[in-house]
């Protein structure tokens, strides 16, 4: 159901670049009959987002980038946190954020529950409109202190993009976790292009924990690295 609404937000989009301006309403009030409360919220343009900024992985937020090693992903500047009691999301783990991502507790839907991938569930959605870019850092959560990360992100990513290309998985850190990591194509046939996004998972005593960056494109995805370098790299006990 969320590959179907990402993509009318596709639809919507392509609309909106063409000379159909007319067609919309109609197309907005279909995306809001069949979609549901407890769904993650598609990559898609929102009103009052700031125009994204051209070229790669430049900065993330107001707080600017860090300089990367040689070769690497710059790591945005700390805005904020998020994970401990009393933010937004209470989660196994807290992290850093870039500045103007803001959290929000996924809600539970009475009727259809929150979603779910593989072992993990989505509880948490960082959005970086405010930042300048269209998408969102995901946080997924499930499972025991004695599941496999590895097999877990295979699972949410057979989940996520049932249609996908350039899978490749690799052994990494997040913070103090030992973890396993992902990029990939999404290919999905509602998608104007193949999409980069990527995925990490690791295990804490609460379960296993997944992040995962997606974005409108290739392109918002780039550009919103140095947040998910931030994020993984600062990931501690909560």
Known sequence: MFELTQGW?????????????????AVLAMVVLTGCSSEPEPDRPAGGAKTAAKGGTGSAGKG???RAEKGGTKTAAKGGTVGAAGSPCALPVSFDLAAD???KAVKDDPEFGLP????VTLVCEIDAKLAGNIGFLRVW????????????????????AKSRDKV?????????????????LNTNEFLDAPKKERALAFTTPRGVVVLHLGGLDSAEHEQMLPAYELAKKSVRSA
């Open 168 to 184: 490749a998985y690799s052994a990494t850190k997040a913070g103090q976790y030992a973890a396993a990591e992902v990029t990939y």
């Open 116 to 119: 779910k991938q593989g072992l």
């Open 141 to 160: 959560t499930g499972g025991g202190s004695d599941d496999d990360a590895r097999k877990a992100l295979e699972a949410f990513v057979a989940a996520e």
């Open 9 to 25: 937000g596709i639809v919507v989009r392509g609309l909106m670049r063409g000379t159909a301006v007319g067609l919309v309403p």
């Open 101 to 103: 991502w803001k959290p």
């Open 64 to 66: 600017g980038t860090k």
